[in-house]
């Protein structure tokens, strides 16, 4: 399946002395969640998988809990069923084969959970996903600081001690909120499925070598979209730190 929309990104390489100066360079941060160290949790799921839908609903269960980033990533791999899959893009199966190899997975399932890069989880075992949420909760030590600027147009990474292997940012665009999917054909037909916080596209901004840098976040997605920014080191595929950008308040 072809990628649809593409979102561009003008990446600004400024690179400063310290978090002082990359604040000063780039305006007031908005105020950030009382949660500073969100537990990044990811589903892989397809629409054309039996099992999925409770999946689905176990991932909504958790998705507004305090300290909690839930994301679905659709993947195509029951498409052969009868149904192919209105979310799935060629590169969400491909972030899910590169969590198998740095877990050491023999293979990838669906549905499958991963929560941080660290550890994963069938997407259905409600119990055992809330206890690897609450574990890597306490796990991240001194992780580098995450800022959007106040125009929401800018992010900034503060500095820290870089993974081996180096680390990169990443830029998920997603849907917040629930979606429903009615499914004709296949496993699942006949059903409402829902999804909630639907990846739309995945970003690389750049390389995060442990000093403060700047990068420029889209400018032409669609409004009903958010952006969450990942430090993500590159060998283990361990989420260091990650930040939502606050969503508008309603009138």
């Not at 998988?49 to 679905?72: F, H, K, M, W, Y």
């Not at 199966?93 to 590169?98: E, G, V």
Request: glycine residues 10%; aromatic residues 6%.
């Amino acid at each position: 399946m072809t990628a649809r929309g593409s979102i561009r990104f003008g990446m600004i390489a400024a690179t400063v002395a310290g978090v002082g100066l990359l604040t000063a360079a780039a305006g007031p941060p908005r105020e950030r969640d009382a949660a500073v160290q969100p537990v990044v949790v990811e589903l892989f799921t397809a629409q054309g998988c039996s099992g999925c839908p409770d999946a689905n609903r176990t991932l909504e269960a958790v998705a507004n809990a305090p300290g909690v980033i839930a994301l679905t990533y659709g993947v195509g791999y029951w498409d052969y069923l009868g149904w192919s899959d209105t979310f799935a893009k060629p590169e969400f199966a491909a972030r899910q084969q590169a969590y198998r190899q740095a877990l050491k997975l023999r293979n990838v399932s669906t549905p499958q959970v991963v929560i941080d890069g660290r550890r994963q989880v069938s997407g259905a075992r409600s119990p055992e996903l809330q206890a690897a949420i609450d574990a890597e909760a306490a796990a991240r030590l001194h992780p580098p600081e995450i800022e959007f600027r106040e125009t929401g147009d800018r992010v900034g990474v503060g500095s820290g001690r870089p993974p081996r292997g180096g680390a990169e940012i990443l830029a998920v665009i997603y849907q917040p909120g629930l979606q429903t999917v009615e499914v004709r054909q296949g496993d699942n037909r006949g059903q409402q499925v829902r999804h909630v916080n639907v990846v739309r596209e995945v970003r690389r901004l750049g390389d995060w070598s442990g000093r403060p840098v700047l990068f420029a976040l889209p400018g032409d997605s669609s409004s009903e979209d958010n952006v969450v920014v990942l430090v993500q080191a590159k060998a283990d595929r361990r989420i260091l730190s990650a930040a939502r950008r606050a969503e508008p308040r309603a009138d």
